[in-house]
């Protein structure tokens, strides 16, 4: 075997180890897949922890959601079907989570809902598609197709 050779040979080993090694070791996909069941897995236990208060076990929100407290503030909206959460993007509902309404809000405005970006972009992913997952299919393309408009 000439030197040219094994150094093509060597190239391409390295060349094939650095791809499995990228494929290995990237880390989780962004994005919210609510058929993934390991992440809906993962979703349900951290919005059970970081969400549920709130948001409610089920999904459902806080009791008159839509009116003003005597605060002023707004109710915890619900994140299933019946709430306004699939008219967001996916990209907007994960900032949301991360940096709080407060980041979309005119400078004024005031909420209950805090940042969470202590938690992993994958947690916050994870949490979204357990979300999503309580969504009907006909919801879920809708909400998937907006998600692509926005890409754009």
Known sequence: MTKASRIGIGLGLGAA???VGMVMFAGPKAGADPTDAVQVARGKAVYAERCASCHGARLEGQPD?????????????????SGHTWHHPDDVLFEITRKGISAFAPPSYESDMPAFGNLGDAEIWAVL?????????DIRHRHAAMSERAKK
Request: glycine share 4%; charged share 25%; proline share 17%.
């Open 65 to 81: 959601w839509q009116s003003r407290k005597p605060d002023g503030r707004m109710p915890a909206p619900p994140h299933d079907a």
């Open 129 to 137: 598609a357990f979300i999503k997952s309580s969504w009907p299919e």
């Open 17 to 19: 180890a650095a791809v």
